[in-house]
């Protein structure tokens, strides 16, 4: 198994342009052997930052065999300033003309429970499984100051190892409703990449790579894919403590 593998970049920017570059050479990798690429996306500020920069860098041409799924997402229509799609719908989807059939979304705006059984079987139809669960090629995860990737937090830490490939949550402040996708999903994915960015994820980021403080309550704690390929994407800010 390969050891976590951690990038440290001077500020949230440069870290964009790595990621990206990332993204090119991976793709096409795939590209040339003729194999799709399934990536799970994320939410959140640094993320978007990389949606813009890949819509200016790539073209259409350079995602024809790339599909894209969803982590989470939070119930409400996909023109909300809320919805994790419709941010990435306008800073990435549009802006390149990627076909609709490329984009497998979380309809936020329907029922909860009945949506997220509905996603958890169309990602069983669209990769292969393994463990009882779908296997992308790569999934890019956010970090919250509270320790929670994708939309399991702590308050609700035994949904991470929920039997399903898709769960639902609640925020711990708002109560909003979220559908997310599981540990289980996350630990059998082929590759695994947290973007985080900022002085305030410092902390959290600090226990969970040396075991410290509240780590064990943090759901990011417990991302450890199979694969042994796990990778820490961090701007100075947020690597500040290690």
């Not at 793709?27 to 640094?46: F, N």
């Not at 939070?74 to 994790?84: A, F, G, I, K, L």
């Not at 989807?93 to 984009?103: C, R």
């Not at 994915?189 to 309550?217: D, L, P, Q, Y």
């Amino acid at each position: 198994m390969e050891r976590r593998r951690n990038y440290i970049y001077p500020d949230k920017d440069s870290l964009a342009a790595a990621f990206v570059c990332e993204f090119v050479s991976t793709e096409k990798a795939h590209s040339t052997e003729g194999r799709p690429l399934h990536i799970a996306l994320s939410g959140g500020s640094t993320p978007q930052a990389i949606f813009r920069l890949l819509a200016e860098q790539t073209t259409r041409e350079d995602w024809l065999n790339v599909h894209l799924y969803w982590g989470d997402e939070r119930c409400v229509p996909p023109d909300h300033p809320e919805s994790n799609y419709g941010s990435a719908r306008e800073a990435l989807l549009e802006p390149l003309g990627l076909n609709k059939d490329q984009s497998h979304r979380i309809r936020g705006e329907e029922k909860a429970l009945g949506e997220a059984a509905r996603y958890g079987d169309l990602l069983q139809e669209q990769l292969p499984m393994e463990n009882g669960f779908p296997v992308f090629d790569w999934i890019w995860l956010g970090l919250g100051t509270d320790g929670h990737t994708v939309s399991i937090f702590p308050h609700q830490i035994e949904l991470w190892t929920a039997g399903s490939p898709c769960i639902v949550s609640s925020h711990p402040e708002t109560a909003q409703s979220r559908i997310s996708i599981t540990g289980g999903v996350i630990n059998v994915a082929k590759r695994v990449s947290f973007i985080a960015s900022g002085h305030e994820k410092a902390t959290v980021i600090k226990e969970i790579f040396f075991n410290e403080g509240r780590h064990m309550e943090y759901p990011a704690f417990y991302v450890n894919p199979a694969s042994g390929k796990l990778e820490w994407y961090l701007d100075q800010n947020a690597a500040k403590l290690l």
